[in-house]
């Protein structure tokens, strides 16, 4: 299993920056993506970004020139630097993984962290 742990979110003004962290544990080396979604209330969930194992990154339009997907194997975080934020950024912010092994292939998910921005 993969364990995802969020963190960043909170309140900042329109134009400010946030950067959310999320930290993988478990088994890491499952992994073969992970990306970041958000839902903001009574619409569904969308992606916002994603890197793969390889380092290549895929934005959602909207977000494009202001947000940045970022992964530090390292440290085993993923991070999203957002600038620019509008009101409409306003969402909770779901870290994903896609994991393939040989017990299970699919997604795990964070507890997800909030994302505020006011005009």
């Known amino acids: 299993q993969v364990q995802l742990v969020e963190s960043g979110g909170g309140l900042v003004q329109a134009g400010g920056s946030l950067r959310l962290s999320c930290v993988a544990s478990g088994s890491i080396n499952s992994i073969n993506q992970m990306g970041w979604y958000r839902q903001a209330p009574g619409k569904q969930r969308d992606m916002v970004a994603s890197?793969?194992?390889?380092?290549?990154?895929l934005y959602a339009d909207s977000v494009k020139g202001r947000f940045t997907i970022s992964r530090d194997n390292a440290k085993n975080t993923l991070y999203l630097q957002m600038n620019s934020l509008k009101p409409e950024d306003t969402a909770i912010y779901y870290c994903?993984?896609?994991?393939?092994?040989?017990?299970?292939?699919?997604?795990?998910w964070g507890q997800g962290t909030q994302v505020t921005v006011s005009a």
């Open positions: 994903n993984a896609y994991s393939i092994s040989l017990r299970y292939r699919g997604d795990y």
């Open positions: 890197i793969t194992s390889g380092g290549s990154t």
